[in-house]
């Protein structure tokens, strides 16, 4: 059956415990996440899913008890989604009390299950509250000792592939030096030493995206050079922006105006980026 395809993971545990940032995490290697769904809809979440045809194929959700009365509803949904036949995980995130009471502090919010008491009430309260649930739980992750970042690292060892290029999401700008730098960009690559379509007058009227263009650009010993020792370089950091954790990145390729030899490079850029599994946008900033 069709959702026996996908990839759910269900988030829930202690207020304050790192909840929010799990899913971005796990928003960040291209699950499809919903925060704080009541139970009740969850067996609707995975039809909506299935809905996409494929498209969606790992999903995420937080429920807690934030959810009110709606958490009660829990067990239940979990208990249809089985006899539906649904595969899901059950990740459970907790802190020690000492954790939680500074994390709150440090936010000056409530405690949602004690918003009018004190904060250590509310985590007693609710680490009762959700001993059944934990008992269930396939991971359980204690954030205690865990920096923002070193969570998101444990995500990404427990849901998915260190190196999994779907992870990051590139985008790749052309541009023009006359009309400045784009400041969002993590790497620069300058192409002005090829030879400008510019000076060629056929060519001159025409921008990167026409073929007579993109043939000039792409023809000689010195553009197979540039692009063999480009691509190889890529070949090489990316997996390593990876294990650090970097899941979007930016690469600006300029020249002179951005209309010409800049967009092609851009171009051939995202076509071998997109050939080895990388998410991959390209915007010309200044074509015409």
């Known amino acids: 059956m069709p959702w ?25 290697m291209g699950f499809f996440c919903v925060d704080n769904l009541p139970p009740s809809l969850l067996e609707k979440f995975v039809e909506l899913c299935v809905q996409s045809q494929g498209k969606i194929s ?34 459970f ?11 709150y502090k440090e936010s000056r919010r409530r405690h949602p299950v004690s918003p009018q008491g004190h904060i250590l009430e509310g985590i007693r309260l609710e680490r009762k509250q959700l001993a059944e649930l934990r008992g269930k739980a396939h991971k359980i ?31 790749v700008i ?37 073929k007579k263009v993109r043939d000039y650009v792409l023809s000689g010993p010195l ?19 990876l294990k650090e954790g970097k899941n979007h990145l930016v690469i600006g390729i300029g020249c002179t105006g951005g209309q010409h030899r800049s967009v092609v490079i851009a171009e051939k850029t995202a076509e071998f980026l997109r050939q080895h599994n990388y998410l991959c946008a390209v915007n010309h900033r200044d074509l015409d």
């Open 4 to 28: 026996k395809n996908l990839n759910l993971v269900i988030i829930t545990g202690l207020s304050g415990a790192g909840k929010t940032q799990a899913l971005q995490s796990l928003e960040d």
């Open 58 to 91: 790992k999903a995420a959700v937080v429920c807690d008890l934030r959810g009110g009365e709606f958490f009660s509803s829990l067990n239940q949904a979990l208990l249809d989604l089985l006899k539906a036949g649904v595969r899901y995980e059950i990740l």
């Open 93 to 103: 995130l907790e802190a020690s009390d000492e954790v939680l009471i500074k994390r």
């Open 141 to 171: 992750i204690d954030t205690s000792d865990l920096k923002t970042v070193q969570l998101k690292n444990k995500i990404r060892e427990l849901f998915g592939k260190a190196n999994d290029p779907a992870r990051m999401s590139i985008l």
């Open 174 to 210: 052309s541009f023009g030096f006359k009309y400045g730098i784009p400041l969002d960009a993590d790497n620069i690559i300058d192409v002005r030493f090829l030879p400008n379509p510019y000076y060629v007058e056929e060519l001159k009227a025409l921008n990167g995206k026409d």
């Open 223 to 241: 553009v197979t050079e540039f692009l063999d020792k480009f691509f190889n370089m890529l070949e090489f950091i990316l997996p390593h922006y």
